[in-house]
């Protein structure tokens, strides 16, 4: 959820609702502040109100880095549009060249972009797994193509392809 506060634009990271036993029910949050990437912790009073965004999502293909910003393709009009460092920054280690993820725009402003829940990644530096060596739960460091590194089952080697949770940055499971 976006929500409109000080005349900016605040993605909601985290919340908890809270319910005291004589005081009335507050939520605390965690913001994002989607044009200077700021984090703010708040909390929001029972019967408090909020102005939520009302944002625009639309289908793009990030194409290349010039220097300047990341250059995104619209899927359906093909225009090419430069998006901030500011809004790639905390997706940059899940997305490759000729990926399609959907940005949120207010008018046309880029402000946020939304990854998928998984993305599969391919395995371009690890330590080779030794056979026989099955100690459950034991891990080793992966570097990915994106650059990101992960802590992945022993098992997984150079070249292999892994599905990532985008949330969270874990070692979901090994794709065939």
Not at 90 to 112: Q, R, T, W
Request: net charge negative; with cysteine.
């Amino acid at each position: 959820m976006v929500i409109i506060r000080n005349n900016d634009y605040w993605k909601v990271i985290e919340f908890q609702h809270v319910k005291m036993a004589r005081g009335g029910a507050f939520v605390r949050t965690k913001l994002k502040n989607l044009r200077t990437g700021q984090v703010v912790e708040n909390t929001f009073r029972s019967g408090e109100k909020i102005d939520v965004a009302r944002l625009e999502s639309r289908s793009m293909q990030y194409l290349y880095y010039d220097g300047s910003g990341y250059i995104f393709m619209d899927t359906e009009t093909y225009e090419q549009i430069p998006i901030s460092k500011e809004v790639f920054e905390g997706v940059s280690s899940y997305i490759k060249e000729n990926d399609v993820v959907e940005v949120l725009f207010h008018g046309s402003e880029p402000l946020d972009i939304n990854l998928p829940t998984c993305v599969v990644l391919e395995v371009v530096e690890t330590e080779p797994g030794v056979k026989g060596d099955t100690v459950s739960g034991a891990t080793k460091p992966a570097k990915l193509e994106t650059g990101l590194v992960v802590q992945v089952p022993l098992f997984v080697n150079e070249g292999d392809k892994v599905k990532i949770d985008t949330r969270t940055g874990e070692y979901i499971e090994r794709v065939k």
